[in-house]
């Protein structure tokens, strides 16, 4: 009886287990959705952004802006997102790995002797990055900065990011997130941010052909000094709420493994317990038959 009584309060825990289980996947699928809508309604400011830099770049005129401009590479920035908050599975196992990879073939890029300050974003991943203590590799992490953090946080960030370039802090700055394509689909990207690459710029704007038409005031020079930034800012935004729907994704899977291996555990514990009380049942029959017999 004692281990019926057991296997009683244990298929109650892992019951439990399934439906808090069950509560934070659907938690989960909430924030991503909400994630989703920042997105779309970046996306508006983000696609102007990107129009106007077509417009000026179908000029075929040579731009002169400190973000843009490349030197030799001594010092890299990298700023690698992660969580602040676990249960999401090997979310930040496969972006710490993927760092890893990352710091290589900076390496191999720019010599061994190349400085790297990784800026770790979000409490798990901080404490994955001090584990990084190879030469030339140092972290500094940015108060006030997390991977929850509302979009004036992320400007401000950004806007440190950008002094730290133009003093010559760093000659580079990079950043590693998991890029959201599905609930189930999420893709480690390596994007560089300073110095702005004309490729960047050029993504997913379309070929401007009536630019003739386009009167620029004052200058297209300054217009994209002006508008520069602006892309810039959008671009931190957009990864950070990728950053945020993939964390939520994550979590939404692994909450699903977990409720799936509570059901079957749940399931096999069932059996087992009434084939106990069965044989319990079976076992209380025999001694009463038993007794009768005596008698």
Do not use: W
């Not at 439990?16 to 996306?43: C, D, F, P, W, Y």
């Not at 770049?57 to 920035?77: A, H, K, Q, W």
């Not at 931190?236 to 699903?256: D, G, H, K, L, P």
């Amino acid at each position: 009886m004692a281990t019926l009584k057991a296997l009683k309060t244990r298929i109650g825990s892992v019951s439990s287990s399934e439906k808090i289980t069950g509560a934070m996947k659907m938690i989960s699928s909430a924030k991503v959705h909400k994630n989703e809508q920042e997105l779309r309604k970046l996306l508006p400011f983000r696609n102007q952004v990107k129009s106007i830099m077509g417009h000026l770049l179908d000029t075929n005129m040579e731009f002169d802006s400190p973000l843009i401009t490349e030197r030799e590479v001594r010092n890299v920035g990298v700023v690698v997102y992660g969580t602040d908050d676990g249960l999401c599975g090997a979310y930040n196992i496969n972006i710490f790995k993927q760092l890893l990879i990352e710091i290589a073939r900076l390496r191999d890029k720019y010599g061994d002797k190349v400085g790297i300050t990784v800026y770790p974003i979000g409490k798990k991943m901080a404490k994955a990055c001090r584990r990084l203590s190879f030469e030339g590799i140092k972290t500094a992490a940015i108060e006030g900065v997390d991977s929850k953090m509302g979009g004036d946080k992320v400007n401000e960030f950004t806007h440190s990011l950008r002094n730290g370039f133009e003093t010559g802090e760093v000659d580079q700055v990079n950043v590693l997130y998991m890029k959201f394509v599905s609930m189930s689909k999420q893709i480690a990207t390596f994007e560089q941010v300073f110095p702005v690459s004309r490729d960047a710029l050029e993504s997913g704007s379309a070929g401007h052909e009536d630019n003739k038409f386009y009167i620029f005031e004052p200058d297209p020079n300054s217009i994209f000094n002006e508008v520069l930034p602006m892309f810039v800012l959008s671009t931190m935004q957009e990864i950070t709420i990728e950053n945020r729907a993939s964390e939520q994704a994550a979590r939404v899977m692994a909450m699903q493994s977990a409720n799936d291996n509570a059901k079957k555990l749940l399931e096999s514990l069932q059996l087992e317990y009434n084939k106990l009380r069965q044989q319990s049942i079976t076992t209380e029959l025999l001694d009463i038959l038993g007794g009768q017999v005596e008698r």
